[in-house]
């Protein structure tokens, strides 16, 4: 029997290969991450025109794209990485809508000269991010072009039955509380980018870790609204603000003295109290979950309390974001010029 891995006598690159061979893959990479999965709504998955799933909640869709260069780089990260982070992006827009995400569509440009190897590496990862995230590769697009670019699309639902947690919700007096440890994506960038390649912050920057389930943990809880946080946490809070009509005043004593980011500003040669509240406060592509819960309700665990929900003044218009009850400048990730500003 011949080993379909065993790739001694076959074409070693995308452009010796063909377009079947590369979506047998990935196909072969779902099916495998998949194993075990339980049963789904999936009526028609992989090899046909497009998938079909049986819906009886509200359904919701979300596409993010990461590209060569401007997300990643080929020099830092592996193909298992930036397979993994392109699924972990998306699918953490699902989760941020309070939703469970379910199946995830892939629209792939590779690079002809990608080795098999690294493609399949690359399939892999992605699936193994949508098996974590509680989901499942059901269909996708490949073609090549001059850098890779990874564009999952992902879908997702309500266990319970329930509606999506909107940008729009929050209210004055609401408790604004935040999951995980904001800044160290962006903390190992800077790491990567200065020739520290290993630790903790770096890995973070290569593939975020969302915590799915406390998604759908915020909106159970009663969120009256949640967002990722992707561009930094004030451009993402202010966001938030903006679209509720509200200000935010976050309390800077809540947030963790994370070791990690202080360990990177001495490594880099930075003042540590001014580059870590830089990096937790501008610091893109953690994912963590930003939600705000009615004043006096219960926080699910995995959310910290980082500040409270305020009315707008003359002085102060809807999303205007306090800091320690001073308005600051927002500042974080501009996607249109593709750098902090
Ligand atoms: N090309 C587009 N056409 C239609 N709607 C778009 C387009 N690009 C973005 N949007 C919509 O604009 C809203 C904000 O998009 P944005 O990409 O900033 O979301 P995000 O969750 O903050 O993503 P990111 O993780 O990229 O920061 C979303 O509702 C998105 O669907
Ligand atoms: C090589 C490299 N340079 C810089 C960054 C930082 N970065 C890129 S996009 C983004 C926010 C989301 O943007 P978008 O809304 O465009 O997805 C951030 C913080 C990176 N990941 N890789
Ligand atoms: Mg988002």
């Known amino acids: 029997m011949t080993d379909p891995y065993?790739?001694?006598?076959?074409?070693?690159?995308?452009?010796?290969?063909?377009?079947?061979?590369?979506?047998?893959i990935f196909t072969a990479a779902a099916t495998r991450a998949a194993a075990g999965h339980p049963p789904t709504t999936l009526v028609v998955g992989n090899g046909d025109d497009a998938a079909v799933f049986a819906a009886s909640t509200d359904v919701v869709a979300s596409t993010d794209m990461i590209v060569e260069g401007t997300h990643f780089r080929r020099q830092w990260s592996t193909p298992a990485d930036i397979g993994a982070r392109a699924v972990a992006q998306a699918a953490?827009?699902?989760?941020?809508?309070?939703a469970q995400v379910r199946y995830i569509v892939i629209a792939l440009s590779l690079t002809t000269d990608m080795l098999l190897t690294d493609v399949e590496d690359l399939a892999t990862g992605a699936a193994t991010e949508a098996r974590r995230a509680g989901a499942r590769i059901v269909g996708g697009d490949v073609t090549t072009g001059p850098c890779i670019v990874l564009a999952p699309m992902a879908l997702g639902d309500f266990e319970d039955g329930g509606s999506a947690v909107l940008l729009s919700g929050a209210?004055?007096?609401?408790?604004?509380?935040?999951?995980?440890?904001?800044?160290?994506?962006?903390?190992?960038?800077?790491?990567?980018?200065?020739?520290?390649?290993?630790?903790?912050a770096q890995d973070l920057f290569r593939v975020p870790r969302p915590e799915y389930p406390l998604g759908p943990a915020a909106r159970?809880?009663?969120?009256?609204?949640?967002?990722?946080?992707?561009?930094?946490?004030?451009r993402d809070l202010s966001g938030l603000c903006r679209t509720s009509g509200v200000v935010a005043d976050l309390d800077r004593s809540t947030?963790?003295?994370?070791?990690?980011?202080?360990?990177?500003?001495?490594?880099?040669?930075?003042?540590?109290?001014?580059?870590v509240s830089e990096w937790q406060l501008t610091g893109g592509e953690d994912h963590g979950l930003l939600a705000s819960f009615p004043a006096g309700s219960d926080i699910p665990a995995g959310?910290?309390?980082?500040?409270?929900?305020?009315?707008?003044?003359?002085?102060?218009?809807?999303?205007?974001?306090?800091?320690?009850?001073?308005?600051?400048k927002i500042s974080g990730w501009d996607s249109a010029r593709g750098q902090q500003t």
């Open 6 to 24: 065993d790739r001694s006598s076959g074409p070693e690159t995308i452009a010796e290969s063909t377009e079947a061979e590369i979506i047998q």
């Open 171 to 200: 209210r004055p007096g609401d408790t604004l509380a935040l999951s995980g440890l904001p800044g160290r994506s962006a903390a190992g960038l800077e790491l990567i980018s200065s020739g520290h390649t290993d630790g903790i």
């Open 255 to 275: 947030f963790v003295d994370d070791e990690v980011l202080r360990d990177a500003a001495v490594v880099l040669g930075k003042d540590p109290r001014s580059a």
């Open 220 to 234: 159970r809880c009663g969120a009256t609204a949640l967002t990722d946080v992707t561009d930094g946490l004030l």
């Open 303 to 328: 959310y910290a309390a980082c500040g409270v929900i305020r009315e707008p003044t003359r002085e102060h218009g809807p999303g205007t974001v306090l800091v320690d009850g001073e308005a600051r």
């Open 92 to 98: 953490s827009d699902i989760a941020a809508m309070g």
